[in-house]
């Protein structure tokens, strides 16, 4: 069983950055593959990036572009999503994921959500 609680979301002006942190319970979090997923208003939740247990061969959802970056660090037990040039495209809820065999990129192949953490960009 894990347990995931977001924090870090907020507002921000169109080109600003945030940072977003998920912290998760369990002891075997090291063994899981962890990922950010968001959902705006009306729309369906989509991927945003997967970070394996080793942290190599992560993953981006295509609209990333190179503005965000996922870490993590098993010894803490968090998983960060740094988001910088934030575009009013990207406000939506954030939500932190975790699967326990592979690297989530769509809803159906996570295990454990977090509660999510509010992101809003102004133009």
């Known amino acids: 069983q894990v347990q995931l609680v977001e924090s870090g979301g907020g507002s921000v002006q169109a080109g600003g950055s945030l940072r977003l942190s998920c912290a998760a319970s369990?002891?075997?979090?090291?063994?899981?593959?962890m990922a950010w997923f968001r959902q705006a208003p009306g729309k369906e939740r989509e991927f945003v990036a997967a970070i394996p247990w080793s942290g190599g061969y992560i993953r981006y959802g295509d609209f990333v572009k190179g503005r965000f970056s996922i870490s993590r660090d098993n010894a803490k037990n968090t998983v960060s999503l740094q988001m910088n040039s934030l575009k009013p495209e990207d406000t939506a809820v954030y939500y932190c994921a975790a699967r326990n065999s592979r690297i989530p990129t769509a809803t159906y192949e996570v295990d454990y959500w977090g509660q999510g953490t509010q992101v809003t960009v102004s133009s």
């Open positions: 369990g002891r075997t979090f090291s063994s899981y593959y």
